[in-house]
């Protein structure tokens, strides 16, 4: 217990040092905050827009309307902003001072994950209510609170799935001179195939094998789909199921990958 209380400590005091670092920098901050939340804005004025205008889709303008003001929420509960942050700390040898403190690297990657969560919090969650307030009569939503517990379970693992995503990626550092080409291909590639930008019910027929069971659909997708779609309770215990085995498959990954790397790390930029 005395253990955990000290993680806790040390992790909170560290959250709030990425916090006041991330405010140094407030004009990026809010240009980053009020792109986070324009895009399901303009995707749903887009598609409701479409929808009006007589265009034949296989989701109707409710389903449009309850999956972008949940996107909104699962994108800012999930996304996270660490690979950059980490690739540039191994590339000019600055993880070297975090290697030799008594706290967990692990902590520091957590601290700086949830300061992004805070902070968004705070910025985006009012804009989410107008959102929410603005279209509450064009959404649906299952009744009970079973969808509710499953949806809030597979958002804490969609964000669990993406941290361990952004590790792995930013781990290529050690081997390569900059990972921000490949950090931008992954989000290119991520925001189409995770929903983000185009709900995935409306990818064609013949790719919805892929779509349905590759793994950034479980990162954004899925769990908005726990209450706007229509998931028989089979395709919602498989989707929570293959979720959490990406959790775990990427998880280890991310630690096979950082590992090797820290075998041959040196801070020649330190």
């Known amino acids: 217990m005395t253990t955990f209380r000290r993680h806790a400590r040390v992790l909170r005091r560290m959250t709030a040092a990425h916090i006041a670092m991330s405010l140094t920098y407030r004009g990026e901050w809010l240009v980053y905050m009020a792109a986070n939340i324009s895009v399901p804005i303009i995707s749903l ?3 409701r827009t479409a929808l009006a205008n007589g265009a034949q889709l296989p989701i109707d303008e409710e389903f449009v309307t309850t999956y972008f003001v949940l996107l909104s929420v699962v994108t800012m509960a999930t996304s996270s902003w660490l690979t950059t942050f980490l690739a540039r ?3 000019l040898g600055k993880l070297s001072s975090w290697m030799v403190r008594p706290a967990s690297l692990l902590l520091t990657f957590v601290a700086n994950n949830l300061s992004e969560k805070v902070m968004k919090t705070f910025a985006l969650l009012p804009m989410i209510g107008v959102l929410w307030w603005v279209f509450h009569d064009s ?3 299952p009744a009970g609170g079973g969808h509710l517990a499953l949806f ?10 993406v941290f361990t995503i952004d590790i792995l990626v930013a781990s290529l550092a050690f081997w390569m001179d900059d990972v921000a080409a490949l950090h931008q291909a992954r989000q290119l590639i991520a925001n189409v195939l995770s929903g983000s930008i185009v709900p995935l019910a409306l990818m064609p027929d013949w790719s919805r094998g892929f779509v349905d ?6 990162t954004v997708s899925f769990p908005v789909e726990i209450l706007a779609g229509d998931l028989s309770g089979a395709e919602l215990l498989t989707g929570m199921g293959v979720q959490l085995g990406y959790v775990l498959v990427f998880g280890v990954l991310a630690r ?5 790397g820290l075998r041959g790390y040196s801070a020649v930029g330190a």
């Not at 809030?152 to 799935?161: H, K, N, Q």
Request: no cysteine; net charge positive.
């Open 45 to 47: 004025l887009i598609w």
């Open 89 to 91: 700390d191994i590339r």
């Open 139 to 141: 959404m649906h939503f």
């Open 152 to 161: 809030a379970t597979s958002i804490v693992l969609a964000a669990v799935l």
């Open 213 to 218: 069971i590759q793994p950034f659909r479980y």
């Open 256 to 260: 096979l990958v950082w590992t090797a």
